[in-house]
């Protein structure tokens, strides 16, 4: 199976992909957005959710669309708006 | 090989040993119901209302003569005379797969011609995640297409036999999860159901479990 190379399908996979880090750290989400340090406390799994969008997205769309970035920000952090947080 | 409801006994159709307690039996047949309620059922894709509607009416009967002692004890000793079951209500419903895909059970934003993947594995619930992600879709829109409740496709995903109901409904679930990917459930099932009918424990199932790790690579998840 070739590389994702549709920008609208990158996106999806980013969002498929965070979706699950949120479905299986709902804790760990929560009190990184509570402390704001959810970056730092879901790091390993960060790292490994971008090692697996890497694996399957051309460089280049990654790159030039910053589809795990914009997922990144409407995933964990906007489905998490209800959180309280001294960052909104 | 995995009987149809129509030859199942009380106990298999509520999914309890023989020797199940009262507790136990209706914790299985809350289970059951809860699995078969209107409007949550995966199985819908693959049963008519009709035969969803006889299915819950046999298990209805089932939990009563089970939640009877005497009515129990007299089944019991039909059952052990090896006398062949009565069953309250006909139901005869065929559960092979020979409906086409269809592109309405497949999730939003998935198309057919990019849903197809050959890579010759047999499909456990790795694998089924990984063809999820593959084509970006979230579980919760699979819940939302199929009607299966996202803690049960979490169990398929993590391969967590001994937390899903009886394997008939089993099947149902994972043939809806094909069919939202866009993979066979003809190929699906038979090697999801495989290593569920070997690794599944003979105990009642339940739904409290706390193994879950959540990660993402191929082979580093449910296995055992």
């Known amino acids: 199976m070739g590389r994702i190379a549709d920008p609208e399908r990158a996106l999806r996979l980013a969002r498929a992909i965070l979706s699950d880090v949120m479905l299986y750290n709902v804790e760990k989400v929560r009190a990184g957005i509570e402390a704001d340090d959810l970056f730092e406390r879901l790091r390993e799994e960060l790292e490994e959710a971008r090692a697996f969008f890497d694996e399957r997205v051309e460089a280049e769309v990654a790159e030039r669309t910053n589809a795990f970035g914009r997922a990144l920000v409407d995933v964990l952090v906007f489905r998490s708006r209800a959180v309280r947080s001294k960052i909104w | ?224």
């Open chain 2, 1 to 224: 090989m995995i009987k149809s409801p129509s030859e199942m006994d009380h106990y298999e159709l509520l999914d309890v040993p023989r020797e199940a307690a009262a507790d136990e039996v209706e914790r299985a047949y809350r289970m059951a119901l809860a699995t078969w309620e209107g409007g949550s059922l995966a199985t819908y894709s693959l049963y008519s209302e009709r035969e969803v509607e006889l299915l819950r009416e046999r298990i209805e009967h089932a939990f009563r003569v089970l939640s009877d002692v005497d009515a129990r004890a007299a089944y019991d000793r039909r059952l052990g005379g090896g006398q062949p079951e009565e069953h309250a209500l006909p139901l005869d419903l065929d559960l092979t797969f020979e409906e086409p895909q269809r592109a309405e059970l497949l999730a939003p934003g998935l198309e057919l011609q990019e849903a197809f993947e050959e890579d010759g594995t047999p499909y456990d619930g790795a694998r089924l995640r990984r063809s999820r992600l593959q084509r970006g879709v979230e579980l919760e829109q699979i819940a939302r297409v199929t009607k299966v409740n996202p803690t049960y496709l979490r169990f398929i995903e993590d391969d967590q036999y001994e937390s899903l109901p009886a394997p008939v409904y089993v099947r149902g679930f994972v043939s809806a999860y094909a069919r939202c990917l866009g993979l066979d459930p003809a190929r699906v099932v038979p090697d999801y159901m495989e290593r569920f009918e070997t690794a599944r424990p003979s105990a009642a199932p339940s739904l409290v479990s706390t193994r879950s790790s959540g990660r993402l690579a191929a082979g580093r998840r449910g296995r055992r």
